[in-house]
């Protein structure tokens, strides 16, 4: 698939005349996203289960400077709101998780000769992401303590007459949950990954 999308790329900067950003230009996104699929994997010396969890929605931003015709580098945030964690087929009316990822980045436009589809960039992101865990105190007997960690993401996306963006973005955000009582301690690696779809809007400055 790499091989496959690396050759349309390829072949688009290969047929297409290419009017490249001025160097400097610098653009602010706004964006909402939906994800396509996400799951959360708790994985720790007794426990390896993989959750799935409900639909829910992001809100972000991004900011992108020229460093080249065609390279942007920037800075971005992304939040992905509250949403339930699915147990046994069904869904939490209790638990929920939400991350807030802060995040450096860099795209390449492949700049497309048509008044319609303007570009198309694969993106890379690399940052921290803040986990936001919502446990019904009811229902546990222990405390739990929840750590955040890495963020990165890859995807692809386009600008469609010049401000619209459509982006799919695949990311992964890692952490520690804590359980801890007096007579026990379960330290888990968690792993939250999404597929999201992103439309924003593109303000050049």
């Known amino acids: 698939m790499k091989k496959s999308l690396f050759a349309v790329l390829l072949a688009v900067v290969l047929v297409?005349?290419?009017?490249?950003?001025?160097?400097?230009?610098m653009q602010l996104d706004v964006k909402a996203g939906m994800p396509v699929n996400q799951e959360l994997k708790v994985k720790g010396d007794n426990t390896n289960i993989n959750y799935d969890l409900d639909t829910t929605f992001s809100l972000g931003a991004d900011f992108f400077y020229y460093i080249d015709s065609n390279i942007a580098v920037g800075a971005g945030i992304?939040?992905?709101?509250?949403?339930?964690?699915?147990?046994?087929?069904?869904?939490?009316?209790?638990?929920k998780v939400g991350f807030t990822n802060v995040y450096l980045q860099a795209k390449y436009d492949f700049v497309l000769n048509n008044d319609i589809v303007n570009n198309i960039y694969p993106v890379v992101q690399v940052g921290y992401g803040i986990a936001s865990y919502d446990f019904d105190s009811r229902f546990y007997s222990y405390s739990i303590e929840e750590e955040n960690g890495l963020y990165w993401a890859i995807g692809i996306g386009t600008t469609i007459k010049e401000h619209l963006i459509i982006e799919l973005i695949y990311s992964f955000d890692y952490g520690k949950i804590t359980m801890k009582d007096p007579y026990f301690e379960n330290v888990m690696d968690t792993t939250y990954t999404m597929i999201k779809l992103n439309v924003g809007f593109k303000f050049s400055l």
């Open 16 to 25: 297409s005349p290419v009017f490249a950003t001025d160097k400097g230009t």
């Open 78 to 95: 992304d939040h992905i709101f509250e949403t339930k964690i699915k147990y046994d087929g069904g869904v939490s009316a209790n638990d």
